[in-house]
């Protein structure tokens, strides 16, 4: 068979364009806006960009394009282990090691401590990181806690809070009981005054705490001090940049005190290590570390340090505001997805949190997978044989480069205010953070960021999972934890407490009209919708009419009737519907479409559709229905829910 000759002259090879249109931004934009015209996008969006009406807008003013190709070109992101780091600072990567598998633990017993511990290092962990003094483990105790760790091999990192002198002494204690020369000691204090007082509401004070780390560094060159942590911002509902910029702050806070309290630069550098959070948004965090390394690499040019002592220690620890209490076994999707992405990202230093750690202290089954987890990816996925794996990606390279701008953008506003400290103890980081809050809460109550297991596809026979409150968890008001599932999953707990008390989960009726091709579509949808907050349906099959619909209402005990079917179907009966639902006793009529005037005035109280306010709609039946007897029970409770 003679084989057709391609496009370049004497290879021989098939040429498989052959006969196809040139592919080219402009054809792919014709074909966008023919497929947009048929959904229903307005012409004048249409005009001359139609990929807008596909991007997405970040927390940080950027919009996320559908398609990203080589005009405008991406700055140079230069080579691994040479500045501006941006492609990680080692030239070979992660190849012969992968990254630092860092296990969380926040037990304040420290027999329990002790053999948690053991069995971490023991299965593929490589440091630890303790929760020390507060609620956690006293600091009296952690040498007991440490007794079967060789301390010269595996560092511990702590998380002190306010006890970071005691803690820090018993650490430094504990590698003297172990025979540890000061020389060969490589663990990390972790002393962070912002992340303290911020979380306090107080106004920190830096300089205390560097002049008493500058006393323990003397002999060991190998001791960490400060950890300059943006998951407080994460955690906290803020934004990539705003972390980014509060990260750069907090170090270059650290920086400054260290060199005032008798460090060079170069040393005060070495001995502060970053901490961003790593969340089911891969490219982000990609992005993320990508962008952080960079600016970090620009604050240490500005200070006069050479360019092979820039380096950052980049710790990526699992997003706490993306874990859900409910279907928690979701959150193992979720911190795979997290960890391969700190992973890519270049993070030296990686923390996958168990997937019952939003319920309370992590049983040893869900350390174990947390641990397994990042093992797996390194040992069986092979991910950190490849050196920068995003790199030159037009996508990835295009958003390293916007975060790295709004994120610096956000570290001149707060130096620009006094610095970290200030920005911390005037309320102004707190200020910009609940300003990017809001508008994500908006977000996840009209559903528009989805939550699986959650705000969508919910499971009301779930078995909930109890766990011992872990005495670490921060509960402050003023730096909270706002884990995204929070406000729904204050609704299941109400459905739940009745449930336990009454034997009856609160329930809707769904008034499904017509035929099962008119409303299964519609009544799915308000089934998932109601369960999101904890509300089981009855569903009595096909009803022909508003007489149908009243005497199986009546029937089935209940306040609230959903009213489902085709827009076909409600333009001949939900006015006439909705009136007997009100006559045969309904305290909410809900209709499961697009707000209509005429329905409103017909007695329906609101509209279950996609972008609704789910949060203040199930708030409202939550509501009503505790403060109903539970309805009596029926097969169909539930059915479909």
Known sequence: MDVPESGAAGTGAPNLAEGFPEATPQRWRELVAGVLRKSGVPEEKLADTPESALATHTYDGFDIEPLYTAEPPAADPGFPGLPPFTRGYRPGGGVTDGWDIRARHTDADPAVLRRRL???LMNGVGSLWIAVGGAGLPPSSLGEALTDVYLDLAPVVLDPGADHADAATALLRAHADAGVPDGRVVSHLGIDPLTTAARAGERPDVMDPARFAVELAE???GLGLFVADGTLVHNAGGSEAQELGFAIAAGTAYLRALHAAGLDVAGAASRIGFRLAANADQFSVIAKLRAVRGMWNQVLAAAGVPGDQRRMSLHAATSEAMMTRRDAHVNMLRTTVACFA???????AVTV????????????????IARNTQSLLIEESHLARVIDPAGGSFYVEALTRDLYRTGWEFFQELEAAGGAAEAVGDGLLRERVDQVWERRRRD??????????????????????????????????????????GDFEALRDRGDAREDATGSRPTAFLATLGPVAAHTARASFAANLLAAG?????????????????V??????????????SDRVYAEHAESVARALRGAGARRVLLAGPPRDAYREAGVDAFAHRGCDAVALLTDLVDVLASEPPAPPTTAQGAHA
């Open 552 to 565: 199986a209402f009546a029937a089935s005990g209940c306040r609230v009737a959903v009213i489902c079917s």
């Open 219 to 221: 002999g060991r060159p």
């Open 534 to 550: 904890g509300v089981a349906v009855e569903e009595p099959g096909p009803l022909a009419d508003a007489h149908d619909a009243a």
């Open 342 to 348: 700190a992973g890519v990202g270049g993070a030296d």
């Open 353 to 368: 949190a168990p997937f019952d750690s939003a319920v309370g202290l992590p049983d040893d089954f869900a350390r174990r």
């Open 444 to 485: 996840l109550a009209h559903r528009a960021s989805p939550l699986t297991g959650v705000s969508e596809y919910p499971a009301l026979a779930e078995k909930r999972l109890v766990r011992e409150a872990d005495p670490a968890a921060v509960t402050g008001t003023w730096f909270p934890v706002r884990r995204y599932a």
């Open 118 to 120: 053991h069995a971490d």
